[in-house]
């Protein structure tokens, strides 16, 4: 069965922290996919990022950063430098590549940025 | 591109009403819509697949007859709450795939129900 674990359920830091955001996934395909959402109040999601399950390479984009590790089934989220308008619930999600492609989505963490 | 709509972004409807929420693909063909469900500080939990001109496929737990989908063109899926009570009260979020290439999800900004 797939399943996606975020084990953190809230974080709180203070602006200008660097906190790390973890993602535990489980399947049995050899091809899939992983995303990060950012779901601020007003509840849309805001598309992060997409990983093939082939490409193992790190990610980088301004404050945020993704390391994902097939050995550890992990896909974990970095912000470095936090700032106040990073405060929202964050999903990390599987993608299976077979029949309609459904997404599994994780339990979210709410992270807090305190000012 | 890639930009998805839904309609209304609120709504609040008596118990007992039917209500309808419309997702819209603005700028491509979807093949496949989905239809999440999330309650407050919960995870989007999927309700149904639905593919253009066929009946949708309902994930277990989710009763049909309450929630209909209907897809009806290749930029167009809505979901009914049919005979509303409190407990439908959540925000439903709709996203559209091509069903090609890496068959993202480009998602909805959500509707808002409440059901008094």
């Known amino acids: 069965a797939q399943k996606v674990t975020q084990a953190q359920t809230e974080i709180s830091v203070v602006e200008k922290e660097d906190v790390t955001l973890d993602c535990v996934y489980e399947t049995r395909d050899t091809t899939y996919y992983l995303f990060w959402y950012k779901q601020p109040p007003s509840g849309e999601l805001v598309f992060l990022i997409r990983r093939n399950s082939f490409d193992e390479q790190n990610e980088i984009s301004g404050r945020y950063s993704w390391n994902f590790q097939k050995s550890t089934s992990s896909f974990n989220f970095t912000i470095t430098a936090s700032q106040v308008v990073d405060s929202a619930v964050y999903f990390c999600a599987l993608s299976e590549t077979s029949g309609t492609y459904k997404y599994i989505f994780g339990t979210g963490t709410r992270l807090k940025v305190l000012a | 591109g890639a930009v998805v709509s839904q309609h209304p972004s609120r709504v609040i409807c008596k118990s007992g009403t039917s209500v309808k929420i419309e997702c819209r693909s603005l700028?491509?063909?979807?093949?496949?819509m989905f239809w999440y469900r999330q309650f407050p500080k919960q995870s989007l939990m999927l309700m149904a697949t639905s593919n253009e001109g066929s009946k949708a496929t309902y994930e277990q737990g989710v009763e049909k007859d309450k929630f209909l989908i209907n897809h009806a063109s290749l930029t167009l899926s809505t979901l009914t709450v049919t005979s509303a009570h409190p407990e439908d009260s959540s925000f439903y979020i709709c996203s559209a795939s091509l069903q090609t290439g890496n068959y993202e999800q480009y998602f909805g900004p959500g509707t808002r129900l409440t059901v008094t």
């Open positions: 700028d491509f063909q979807a093949t496949t």
